[in-house]
C-alpha cells in the first residue's frame, strides 16, 4: 500500500516537471571577456525572469517564439532578444556592454526588493563621500549626530526614533553592524570602520518581512556590500574649515584573470564647529581579496581594522544659550569625549553545485572596543563632581551564515519554485562591561553597573519563492534561538544569571508585476529587537524578544524609462519599545507602540546627466496604552523628507545639490516640550580633468541654525538651586567648506 502512494506521488511530482522550451546561456562583458554576475534576464511577454549565477549562467522558463528577452544591469546597456525557432531549447552567449548608470537600465519584475536597485542608481550617480551619508541613502531615513563623529548616529525611520540601531538591522558583506547588550544602548550601530569610497552598492527593506533578516529588523533592515575589486588606483586628499583634513588611497595589489585584491586606507582628522576643540581622528584600513573562476564558485576574504577617539561638548540645555552662559557651539562640560575600535575578518563564499542549486556561507570574527564619558544631567545627582558617567565594554563576535538554494521548474515550465534554506549563529563575549561615576575621565568615584555578558543567537530560515508568470508569492518562516548570560561582578560572591527564548517568525509577501513598468505589492510579517542581556537576566526572562507586526501595501510605477515613482500605506505594532536611559545604565520598557504611515518617493532622470530624486514620509506614532493626549511616543518624527538633484559626467562636472528635512516632533510623552525641526541644503561640485578631480563640498550651503539631536532631559547646572526638564540639544554644523582632489591611475 505504502509502495502504491508513494510511486503514485513520484508519478505527479514528474508530471509537474515536465518538459517544456526554455532558453539558457552566459552573460559575458564585451570589454573584459569575463562572465557577469547578477544580471537581470527577463520576459517581457511571460513577465518571468531569473538572474546569472557565479559563472554568468541562466536558465528561463515558459519561452516561446516572439518573446522578448531583456538582459540587465546597472552599469551596462540593456539588450534585448527577440526569440526565435533557433533560440528554443539552446545555449547562448550574451555581450554587454559598459555604460553610464541610469534609469532606463532597471526593470520593475516580480521581485520583493525591487526598490533598491533604483537606490543604487542615486548611489552610482551621486556616490557617498562620508560615513554618515551611507545611511541617508535609505529613502525616508534621517541621522543625527551628537558626538562630532565619534559616537554612532542616531536614526530615526519609520516613526522610530532608533537610537544608535534598536529597530534597524545593520549588515556589512553578511558581518552584522549592530551591538547586541552594548554599554551605550541596545543595537549600536557604529558604521565608521566603512570606507564610504568601498561601497559597491546597497540593498535595503523597510518592514518587518524578511526571513533571512533576525534581531532589530523592525523598521527595516541595510545590508552594505564593499566592492570585490576596483578599477584604479586612487589617491584623494580633503582639507576645510575647523582644521579638517581627510586622506583616502585605495591601492590595487592583485589583478589577475581570476583573483584580484587591493588596500583601502582612510585617515580623518578635526577639531570640530566646537568652541572647544574636539581633537577628532578616525584611521580605517580594509584590505580585500577576490576568486572568481567563473565556473562554480567565488571567495571574498576580507580585513579590516578602524580607530578613533575624540573629545566632545555634549548635549546642551537651551536655558544655558538663552541666558548667554555659553554660546551654541559651547560646552557645560567639554571633558566627554571617548575611544573606540574595531578589527574585523570576514569571509563569503559561494559554490554552483550545478544549474539549479548553490551554498552560500559567510563568517566572520571581530574584536572590537569601546570607551565613552557623557554628563547628561550635569550636576543632578552630584552637586560637587558633576555627573559624568562613563561606559566600556571590550567585545568578541563570532559568527557564520549558510544557505542552500534550489530552484524548481513546474508544470510545463511555465512557473517557478526557488527555495532557500539557512542557518546560522552569533556569539557576542563581552567583557567588562561597565557605567560608572567618573570625574573629569581620570578620577573613578563609583561603579553602578560591572560585569561580563554572554550571548548567543542561533537560527534557522526557510525562504520560498514562487514566481508564476507576473506573480510572485514569497511564504518565508524563521527560528530564532537565544540564550543570555550576565555574571555580576559587584557582588562579593559570585553572580551569574542565565535566560533562554525561542521564537518564531513567519512571514508572507504577494508582489503583482502586469509589466516591466508596474508592481503592486502586499507584505507582512512578523520581526522582533532582543532586550539588553542585563535587563533579561534581572527580570527573569520577561519581555526578552518583543514582538512586531506589520504590513505593507504599496506601488512602483515607471510610467517613462527615466521616471520612477512608488508608494506605500504601512504599519507597524510593537509588544514593547525599549527606551535607553543612559545615566542609569538600564533599558526601560515603555509598553506597546502603534504606527500608521504613509512613504512616496520620486526619481527622475531629466538627461543623460542630470538626477532628480526626492521622498517624503509621514507617520502616525502613538503608545497603545496610554491615555490620549499623553501617548506621544518621545522624539517619533511624524514628517520627514530629503532628496536632490544630481550631475554625472557632464562636460567634465558631476556633483549636485541635497537637502533633507524633519518636523517638529514630541520630545516626552505629552507633548509640552517640543524638539525643533529642520531644513539642510548641501552642496558638492567636482570637475575631472583626465585622472585629476577637483572639488568642494559644503554642509549646510545656506548657514542655517540648526539642532542636530535633540532631548527632553531633567538636569541641573552648578548652583542651580532646582533641576528643570528641558530641550537638550546637540547643534547642527554651521556652513562648512571643504576642498578636494583625487587622482586615478
Known amino acids: 500500500m505504502l509502495k502504491n502512494i508513494i510511486t503514485g506521488l513520484l508519478f505527479i511530482f514528474s508530471v509537474g516537471l515536465s518538459y517544456a522550451h526554455e532558453l539558457s546561456g552566459t552573460v559575458i562583458s564585451e570589454e573584459s571577456n569575463k562572465p557577469l554576475q547578477g544580471v537581470g534576464v527577463y520576459n517581457k511577454t ?28 546597472l552599469g551596462f546597456e540593456n539588450q534585448e532578444l527577440i526569440i526565435d525557432e533557433s533560440h528554443l531549447d539552446s545555449n547562448i552567449d550574451v555581450f554587454l556592454l559598459i555604460s553610464k548608470a541610469s534609469l532606463d537600465q532597471v526593470l520593475i519584475v516580480s521581485k520583493v526588493n525591487t526598490l533598491s536597485t533604483f537606490l543604487n542608481v542615486d548611489l552610482k550617480t551621486n556616490p557617498v563621500k562620508t560615513s554618515q551619508e551611507i545611511l541617508r541613502k535609505i529613502p525616508g531615513l534621517i541621522i543625527g549626530q551628537h558626538a562630532g563623529g565619534g559616537k554612532a548616529e542616531q536614526i530615526f525611520l519609520r516613526g522610530f526614533d532608533i537610537d544608535h540601531g534598536t529597530d534597524i538591522a545593520i549588515d556589512v558583506d553578511g558581518m552584522p553592524v549592530n551591538m547586541v547588550s552594548h554599554a551605550h544602548g ?4 557604529d558604521m565608521h570602520f566603512i570606507i564610504p569610497e568601498t561601497i559597491d552598492n546597497i540593498d535595503f527593506g523597510k518592514g518587518t518581512y524578511y526571513a533571512d533578516k533576525g ?43 581570476n583573483s ?20 577628532f581622528n578616525r584611521i580605517n584600513i580594509m584590505g580585500r581579496y577576490n576568486f572568481n573562476n567563473y565556473i562554480d564558485q567565488e571567495l571574498t576574504l576580507s580585513m579590516s581594522h578602524f580607530q578613533s577617539k575624540w573629545d566632545a561638548s555634549g548635549q546642551i540645555p537651551v536655558r544655558a544659550v538663552e541666558s548667554g552662559q555659553i554660546g551654541r557651539f559651547g560646552a557645560i562640560d567639554d571633558t566627554e569625549g571617548g575611544n573606540t575600535s574595531r578589527t574585523n575578518i570576514w569571509l563569503n563564499h559561494k559554490k554552483q553545485l550545478d544549474e539549479h542549486s548553490a551554498i552560500k556561507t559567510s563568517a566572520y570574527i571581530s574584536k572590537y572596543d569601546f570607551e565613552l564619558f557623557s554628563n547628561f544631567t550635569f550636576f543632578l545627582e552630584d552637586e560637587v563632581n558633576g555627573d559624568q558617567i562613563r561606559q566600556y565594554e571590550d567585545r568578541t563576535i563570532v559568527g557564520a551564515k549558510t544557505a542552500y538554494e534550489h530552484t524548481l521548474h513546474l508544470k510545463d515550465h511555465d512557473a517557478q519554485l526557488k527555495y532557500e534554506l539557512g542557518v546560522g549563529f552569533r556569539y557576542d563575549d563581552v567583557n567588562d562591561v561597565q557605567l560608572s561615576r567618573t570625574k573629569n575621565r581620570q578620577e573613578l568615584l563609583e561603579r553602578l553597573a560591572f560585569g561580563n555578558v554572554d550571548e548567543l543567537n542561533g537560527f534557522s530560515y526557510a525562504n520560498v519563492t514562487y514566481k508564476k508568470n507576473k506573480w510572485t508569492i514569497n511564504p518565508g518562516l524563521r527560528l530564532d534561538y537565544f540564550n543570555f548570560d550576565y555574571e555580576n561582578l559587584l557582588t562579593e560572591t559570585y553572580d551569574s544569571a542565565s ?14 508585476a502586469p509589466s516591466s513598468k508596474l508592481q503592486w505589492f502586499a507584505k507582512t510579517g512578523l520581526g522582533y529587537h532582543s532586550n539588553d542581556t542585563r535587563v533579561v537576566t534581572a527580570n527573569n526572562g520577561e519581555d526578552i524578544l518583543p514582538t512586531a507586526f506589520g504590513t505593507d501595501l504599496g506601488i512602483i510605477s515607471k510610467p517613462a524609462d527615466r521616471l520612477v515613482i512608488n508608494a506605500a500605506l504601512w504599519s507597524l505594532f510593537l509588544q514593547q519599545e525599549f527606551v535607553y536611559v543612559g545615566d542609569a545604565g538600564i533599558v526601560e520598557p515603555s509598553g506597546k507602540t502603534k504606527r500608521f504611515g504613509v512613504d512616496f518617493g520620486l526619481q527622475y532622470q531629466l538627461n543623460d546627466y542630470v538626477f532628480f530624486n526626492t521622498d517624503v514620509n509621514y507617520t502616525y506614532a502613538r503608545s497603545s496604552e496610554e491615555a490620549s493626549g499623553e501617548d506621544y511616543i518621545p522624539l517619533a518624527p511624524d514628517f520627514t523628507s530629503s532628496g536632490g ?3 554625472k559626467d557632464w562636460n567634465n562636472f558631476s556633483g549636485g545639490i541635497s537637502y533633507r528635512m524633519i518636523g517638529d516632533r514630541a520630545a516626552n510623552e505629552d507633548n509640552s516640550i517640543v524638539a525643533d525641526g529642520y531644513f539642510i541644503t548641501d552642496l558638492n561640485l567636482n570637475y575631472t580633468l583626465k585622472n585629476w578631480t577637483f572639488g568642494v563640498i559644503v554642509e549646510n550651503l545656506f548657514d542655517s541654525e540648526w539642532n542636530e539631536t535633540q532631548f527632553a532631559t531633567e538636569s541641573r547646572l552648578f548652583n542651580e538651586p532646582n533641576p528643570v526638564e528641558e530641550i537638550h540639544f546637540t547643534p547642527g554644523a554651521p556652513f562648512f567648506l571643504r576642498g578636494k582632489i583625487s587622482v586615478k591611475f
Open 186 to 189: 541596545q543595537g549600536y550601530a
Open 499 to 512: 535566560e533562554n527564548k525561542v521564537l518564531l517568525s513567519p512571514k508572507l509577501n504577494f508582489i503583482y
Open 645 to 647: 538633484l544630481n550631475v
Open 215 to 257: 534581531n532589530f529588523n523592525t523598521a527595516g533592515y541595510v545590508d552594505i556590500n564593499t566592492k570585490k575589486s576596483i578599477d584604479n588606483n586612487l589617491i584623494s586628499l580633503e582639507a576645510g574649515q575647523f582644521n579638517t583634513v581627510r586622506a583616502l588611497s585605495m591601492l590595487k595589489l592583485v589583478d589577475t584573470e
Open 46 to 73: 511571460t513577465g518571468s525572469y531569473t538572474y546569472t549565477n557565479v559563472s554568468g549562467y541562466f536558465e528561463i522558463d515558459d519561452v516561446s517564439v516572439n518573446d522578448v528577452i531583456y538582459f540587465y544591469q
Open 260 to 279: 584580484s585584491a587591493y588596500l583601502a586606507s582612510e585617515v580623518m582628522l578635526s577639531d570640530g564647529v566646537f568652541d572647544s576643540p574636539q581633537n
